[in-house]
């Protein structure tokens, strides 16, 4: 690992220290090889002082145990029938469940507790049928959880909630996971399946608003339903106020901590909408932005500027962030003696590229260079320049299009760039 990297990281930390994590895990998972990892995630998770409440599903493990005492089963994830064979095998299974999991939990030193904090009340009709023993969550005992978390207690939420006259409910864990964060004001979801949700989607499609995954959701009927249901709960959670949601695959090599603290991520996320803007730099920001085109000057993209270029120019600069971190930036340089400007140092940090920021920071740039009075916004690209193009630059050949200082500038530097330019 080299120092950008470790930087990198570490900008997290801060950010996250203090707020609340749900960490929702399918039981496949837990039975999977890949579960002494994830235990390990958890435990640096509490060591940065992340309070980290756990939410388990039963699905498979409901499944396994219906099979061997040979009962037929009406539902296994607590969203269908629970018929009263199904419900006893279910407490059977979560309860064998959560005793493992009390027990790997102590093998990474985490103290936890199981907390019975969901009130329900039967689903009721359902599509014209019963169904029994199902359960709709109907408020969260938040005083429980946090009660624990302030005592340094890691939380454990099985998929199971309880009436008013104290009869148990089946209810599904996707749901849970949701209603825990809300109640929590938590920051996170991170649901983790055994199955890949990037293979399961379309590649492209990594980052979503709250809004556009419900889009994605309609034209996209044919999706396994547990991915389904991990987006369609992370939609109403962000819009709910929790500011992330992540989906990640649990065989990806330590998967939490991959998706949390690198760049690009190893999964898939919602976002809620009120944490993307575009907005003017500020000085703080220089150390993200000089972090952020380190990769795209070694690629020869952009050319190199230092930190304290980056300084001086600050007010020049525009980024794009979600949930207050950096993932894209512009600069407009103005030659005011000459009525032009230059968009530079345009950057959208990869994992984040194909969603529309590089077209939100260009309509940026566009705007800062209408208030500056420029009646044109010029670029020079060596890469980009069929991006630009596609945003309505032209190349151009005459150099009188450049201030006089900039053609010297272009002509002595040997990048051989493109001169583009657009009308604003
Ligand atoms: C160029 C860049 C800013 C685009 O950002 P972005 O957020 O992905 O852009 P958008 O989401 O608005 O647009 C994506 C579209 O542009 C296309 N595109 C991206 N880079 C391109 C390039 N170099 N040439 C041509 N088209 C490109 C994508 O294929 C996609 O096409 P589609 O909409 O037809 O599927 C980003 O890829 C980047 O940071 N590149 C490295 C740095 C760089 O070259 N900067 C430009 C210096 S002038």
């Given at each position: 690992m080299n120092f950008n990297d470790l930087r990198a990281i570490l900008q997290y930390v801060p950010q996250f220290r203090g707020r609340t994590f749900v960490i929702a895990l399918d039981g496949a998972v837990i039975d999977s090889p890949d579960f002494s990892n994830i235990l390990l995630d958890l435990a640096v998770l509490r060591s940065l002082n992340i309070r980290v409440v756990l939410v388990y599903g039963a699905a498979a493990q409901i499944t396994a145990l219906g099979e061997r005492r040979e009962t037929p089963l009406s539902?296994?994830?607590?969203?269908g029938i629970t018929d009263e064979a199904t419900l006893e095998v279910s407490i059977d299974a979560i309860s064998r469940l959560s005793n493992a999991l009390m027990q790997s939990l102590t093998t990474v030193k985490l103290k936890a507790a199981t907390a019975n904090a969901i009130h329900a009340h039967p689903a009721g009709i359902v599509k014209g049928i019963d169904a029994r023993f199902t359960g709709t969550i109907e408020r969260i005992d938040a005083g429980v959880l946090q009660s624990f978390l302030d005592q340094d207690i890691l939380p454990v939420v099985p998929p199971l909630g309880f009436d008013a006259d104290g009869k148990t409910l089946r209810v599904n864990s996707d749901s849970v996971a949701r209603e825990v964060a809300t109640a929590l004001g938590a920051a996170k979801i991170l649901f983790l399946s055994t199955e890949d949700p990037r293979a399961s989607?379309?590649?492209?499609?990594r980052n979503w608003s709250s809004e556009s995954v419900l889009e994605f959701l309609e034209a996209h009927p044919d999706l396994p339903v547990g991915i389904a249901s991990k987006l369609k709960n992370g939609s109403i959670a962000t819009r709910d106020g929790v500011t992330r949601v992540h989906l990640i695959g649990?065989?990806?090599?330590d998967a939490i901590l991959a998706e949390l603290f690198s760049?690009?991520?190893?999964g898939v996320m919602v976002y809620s909408d009120a944490y993307q803007k575009v907005r003017p730099a500020v000085r703080d920001d220089v150390d993200e932005i000089h972090l952020l085109i380190h990769r795209a000057v070694e690629d020869e993209q952009l050319i190199e500027r230092s930190r304290s270029e980056i300084l001086e120019s600050i007010e020049d600069y525009i980024v794009v962030e979600i949930d207050q971190n950096v993932v894209g930036c512009v600069a407009v340089h103005p030659y005011p003696d000459e009525m032009k400007a230059e968009l530079a140092c345009l950057f959208v940090k990869k994992g984040h590229t194909d969603q529309g920021y590089g077209s939100l920071l260009i309509e940026a740039a566009l705007n800062r260079t209408r208030e500056l009075g420029a009646p044109t916004l010029f670029a020079l690209s060596t890469q980009a320049a069929g991006y630009l193009e596609k945003e309505g630059f032209s190349v151009t050949?005459?150099?009188?299009?450049?201030?006089d200082s900039r053609r010297e500038k272009w002509q002595s530097n040997g990048r051989n760039a493109l001169i583009l330019t657009r009308t604003v």
């Open positions: 539902n296994v994830d607590g969203t989607l379309d590649a492209r499609e649990s065989r990806n090599d760049n690009e991520g190893v050949k005459d150099l009188s299009e450049l201030p």
